[in-house]
């Protein structure tokens, strides 16, 4: 493995940021493509077992497991930088995309755009998800924990954390880990830990508490705990934070209507970034209800601060015990079957943007027990289908640059919107 400089991994952080199109599988496959394919920055190993980590925590996974990466690099410093740069990017474009929403409603060239890029992502994720497995699927019952965690939320719609918990539990009596061992040099003390956990809540919660100290009952310090509130309880990423939001912000808190709810949701998932950005549009549009352009923007600075800030918490305060658990026999068997199973949520993950983005309509059907999306054939975009075709053959035949795949596919789309 090679140590980049700071500067140089800064540089790949960025450009991840900038291109972290296609949800929490887009993003993923982004970083394995960068960080271990090409730079073997990280191992295998190191990756799958960091991405297992980042899955049990509240919040979005992937912009904790680029925290992990540029923490693993580069120490604290490193985590911020590449945290930062993973969220920035696409949270400018959401509040550039939410002042323009407030003035002209829905874009149908900038989605046009987005959605080429998008045709793109689906070949890389489809990639990633295949180099993945064949890495994280070690035998025959880390298959079968991938496809029954993929049925399991896919077609049976359980909750994601009772999926890895019985996935770890799996783990840690039944299955064998490796024989070989994997010595671990970190040395992080209990002390170190609960420094960084003080540090953190210190930075999370002095702001909120001073907001309320100030403006006490305003929208921002009711938007301040609120998000605050979301940002510890949603475990299972971005999904998770909608089941949670969508009812209270709608109907409870009248921030936004059903419809506006549902434009955020489509710009967050064609954008750069997390798809838990749609919590700026919420902040955004409430703030602006409520007392107009500053207020809005501030509503979306405290919304980002408070989402993302607990993230650098997890992350500083559990990352030093990542290696420590890898290299204990039992634990490990937990963290390797946590990682198959994680497989399969990719995999469920994949279906789903893949289905949204060929489809202009799929709608959830329920049969006691059993769900199950389902796409309207006619619906069928075949601009789209026919971009990824395209983007396929560009990446995986011609090898082409992935930059000048994703442009192509965007001035393709943004064309087919002319036409």
Not at 6 to 21: D, M, Q, R
Not at 311 to 321: D, K, M, N, S, T
Not at 329 to 338: E, K
Not at 391 to 416: D, K, P, T
Request: aromatic content about 12%; hydrophobic content about 55%.
């Amino acid at each position: 493995m090679s140590t980049p400089s700071l500067s140089e991994a800064t540089k790949v952080w960025a450009k991840i940021g900038f291109l972290s199109f296609g949800g929490p599988a887009g993003q993923i496959a982004l970083m394995h493509k960068e960080v271990v394919e090409v730079r073997n920055w990280l191992s295998e190993r190191q990756f799958l077992n960091a991405l297992s980590f980042c899955m049990l925590l509240p919040g979005p996974e992937a912009m904790q497991l680029a925290t992990f990466a540029g923490w693993r690099l580069h120490g604290t410093l490193g985590g911020i930088i590449a945290g930062l740069l993973f969220v920035l990017p696409g949270a400018c474009v959401i509040l550039a995309l939410a002042t323009l929403y407030i003035h002209f409603g829905q874009l149908p060239s900038v989605e046009a755009i987005f959605l080429g890029i998008k045709a793109t992502v689906v070949i890389i994720v489809i990639e990633a998800l295949l180099r993945v497995s064949t890495k994280a699927l070690q035998n025959t019952s880390h298959w079968v924990l991938a496809a029954l965690a993929f049925i399991a939320i896919f077609f049976l719609n359980l909750p994601y954390p009772l999926i890895i918990l019985v996935a770890g539990l799996f783990g840690l009596f039944v299955s064998s880990p490796a024989d070989e061992t994997v010595p671990s040099t970190e040395t992080h003390s209990l002390s170190q830990t609960l420094r960084n956990v003080a540090i953190w809540i210190a930075i999370w919660w002095v702001p909120i508490l001073a907001l309320d100290a100030l403006l006490p009952a305003s929208i921002l310090t009711e938007i301040a705990y609120f998000f605050s509130k979301l940002a510890t309880v949603t475990f299972g990423g971005a999904y998770a934070v909608l089941a949670y939001m969508g009812q209270d912000v709608v109907t409870a808190k009248e921030w936004l209507t059903a419809g506006q709810m549902m434009d955020g949701l489509g710009l967050a998932e064609t954008t750069p970034g997390p798809l838990i950005l749609v919590t700026e549009f919420v902040g955004f549009l409430a703030g602006y209800a409520n007392a107009g352009w500053p207020t809005a923007i501030l509503a979306a600075g405290i919304t980002l601060w408070v989402t993302f800030t607990p993230c650098f918490l997890w992350i500083f305060a559990g990352a030093p015990y990542v290696e420590w658990i890898s290299a204990q026999p039992r634990l490990r068997g937990a963290l390797n079957a946590i990682t198959a199973a994680v497989v399969g949520v990719i995999l469920n993950l994949s279906v789903w943007f893949a289905l949204h983005v060929f489809f202009g309509e799929v709608t959830l059907q329920q049969t006691g027990v059993f769900t199950l999306w389902l796409p309207t054939i006619i619906s069928i975009n075949p601009i789209v289908v026919a971009l990824a075709i395209l983007s396929g053959y560009l990446l995986l035949v011609r090898h082409m640059n992935l930059l000048w795949v994703l442009a192509i596919s965007g001035l393709l789309g943004f064309a087919s919107s002319l036409v």
